[in-house]
Every structure is written in C-alpha cells, then in structure tokens.
C-alpha cells in the first residue's frame, strides 16, 4: 500500500499539470485576436472619426463597436493594462484615477502619442484614428467596471459626462 503513493503522487502531479497546460491553452484560444471582416468593414464605413467628446461619448454607447474594441483592447493593451483593464504593468483603467487624463480626449491623446516616461507605447503608426478613437471609447466604458485590481495611480477626476 505504501508503495502505491509513489505512482500516485506522481501521476496526479502530471495530470494536474497537463490539464492546466491544456486549459490555459483552450482559454487562449477562445480570446479572439483579430478583427472580423464585417467589424473591420464597419469601422471603415464610419469614415475618420475626430477624439472630441461628443464622439467618444456617443460611440461608448454603441455594443457593437465596444465588442470590436475589446478585440483591440486585449491585442494591444492587455499586456500592460490586463484582459480586464484592471492593471499589470500599466495602471488600472477600471478606477476613478488618472495621471494624465483630465477628460475623455486626453484618452484619444494618450493612445496616439503614448508617454516615454511611463512606458506607454504610442498607437498612431499601429491603429487608425478611427481606431484610436473607438479604443479610447472602451477604455472610458472601462472606468468603474471593477472594484479590484492594481492600485490606483494618479488623482481621482470626475466621471465622464453622459
């Protein structure tokens, strides 16, 4: 009987670890990474957008564009900002602090010209203006989506017109 544990201990760990292996890569998997053709033709058909705040309002409203700009979200922020937003190496989206961003186009000018000093990569030679401009719609949506993650950095400013 003694002798029995020294298989089992060892199966269970490889089957434990298979089993993660092939779950992380399923949950990869399930993440879509690129646009779909009729998202990106949607987006094309909404011609060049401009960062002011009545178009970034209006278009954090709009689910369907807000589904595509997760897809953008998570192929070029969440490595810094996480899946969910809430903070890895760049800060936490998803509470009320901001360092730079006083108002909803400072996110559009956040995205478009990044920040050296924070390590924040500039987007105007990898998404459209369009795209930036629909990005930062999501990052706004973002904003009290979740309680928890990294700390807050920056000072609280007020919440987004409606």
Known sequence: MRNSWIFIV??????????LVFYDNDSRNQ???????YQEQAIAQLGELYGNQNTITRFMK???MM????????THCSE???I???????????DDSYTFVKKLPDIVESITK?????????????????EIVLLAAYVANLRGSSSVGKYAEGVIIE????
């Open 62 to 64: 709009n689910e369907e």
């Open 80 to 82: 810094c900002h996480g």
């Open 67 to 74: 589904n595509a700009m997760k897809v953008l979200f998570i």
């Open 114 to 130: 990044g920040n050296i000093k924070l390590g924040m990569t500039s987007f105007e030679d990898v998404l459209s203006q369009t």
């Open 10 to 19: 060892p199966l269970m760990i490889i089957l434990a670890i298979s089993y």
């Open 159 to 162: 919440p987004w017109p409606q």
């Open 31 to 37: 993440i879509q990474n690129t646009l779909s053709t």
């Open 84 to 94: 969910q937003g809430t903070g890895v190496a760049g800060p936490n989206l998803c």
